[in-house]
């Protein structure tokens, strides 16, 4: 009897000081004044909006792309759609070559994105770890020239790319999206090569390891987020672009998705909504899929342990 007491009696106290310990905080715990408590509630509700914000255009592109055509036409149009439909991908497909425009996309996006990637990779490793005047005034010319409206290039550039045959031609317009995007690129993996410490690479001259070997077997493994980022980047700007391709290409089997949506825009500007948003929603997946997959490497740290104290 006395046993069985004595552990009641322990249950009890040891379920008293749990119970405490869950509504007494710890001594060294922050405690959040209302103030700091209402920043954090309005900088929460701010990124909400902001959310919300970014995926309104979505949301309503998906629900317009299911409609049928009489609620494409009501002056009070709903949130969903009311008897969902997939006539607009049908008759999008009917009407345009859509799967030659996206691999035509592909095409150019995928190979000017290997290219700035493979060229500004080094470029960005000297300019990020010899640093003086020359390295200086490229980085800043990188910067303005990202200023530049196409306008002002259009012409010199046409005329450029007739002199090398290279008009309503793939490959010219995949050496336009290198030039374009290679001194973004190259900005964006300096400041990813600047990150990385300079003790891994030491370590690797150390163990006797060249420039070129450190660069290729220690330094691009520990860039990797920074070039995935880079090529994604890259990619959806090339593949997102209309004013080059709509000069540059002229031949309707060559030319690209960006281009082809012109084509549900009638000749009096007015728009076969349902196929237009059909076909748009279909241009924004493979950039969704691409952001999907490797939106790991992006966040992922990979200089964990790298360096040994």
Not at 60 to 89: G, M, V, Y
Not at 219 to 226: I, K, Q, R, S
Not at 249 to 269: A, D, N, R, W, Y
Request: with cysteine; glycine share 6%; hydrophobic share 55%.
């Amino acid at each position: 009897m006395k046993t069985t007491a004595a552990r009641a009696t322990w249950r009890s106290r040891a379920a008293a000081r749990a119970t405490s310990r869950h509504r007494c905080p710890r001594p060294g715990a922050p405690r959040l004044g209302p103030r700091r408590r209402a920043a954090r509630t309005g900088q929460y509700l701010a990124l909400l909006c902001y959310l919300v914000f970014l995926a309104f255009p979505l949301l309503w592109l998906i629900s317009t792309a299911f409609k049928p055509p009489a609620e494409l036409a009501t002056l009070h149009p709903t949130w969903l759609p009311e008897r969902p439909t997939l006539n607009n991908f049908r008759q999008a497909f009917d009407e345009q070559p859509l799967l030659r425009a996206a691999g035509n996309s592909l095409i150019t996006a995928g190979c000017a994105t290997a290219i700035a990637v493979v060229l500004a990779t080094p470029m960005a490793y000297v300019m990020a770890r010899h640093r003086s005047l020359l390295s200086r005034a490229a980085t800043g010319w990188v910067v303005v020239s990202q200023a530049f409206p196409f306008v002002l290039v259009i012409i010199p550039l046409f005329l450029i790319l007739k002199n090398l045959q290279l008009i309503n031609e793939l490959a010219g317009l995949v050496l336009v999206y290198v030039v374009w995007s290679l001194p973004f690129a190259l900005w964006m993996l300096t400041g990813y090569v600047r990150a990385v410490p300079r003790e891994v690479e030491e370590a690797a001259a150390v163990d006797g390891a060249g420039k070129l070997r450190t660069l290729v077997s220690v330094t691009a493994p520990l860039l990797a987020p920074g070039i995935v980022a880079t090529a994604l980047f890259t990619f959806i700007t090339a593949w997102n672009e209309f004013f080059f391709a709509l000069v540059l290409l002229k031949s309707p089997e060559k030319q690209t998705m960006p281009v082809v949506l012109t084509h549900f825009i009638g000749t009096e500007g007015v728009a076969d909504l349902g196929p237009l948003a059909a076909a748009a929603l279909l241009a924004t997946v493979p950039s969704l899929v691409l952001f999907a997959v490797i939106q790991r490497r992006i966040t992922g740290g990979m200089l964990t342990g790298a360096v040994k104290h």
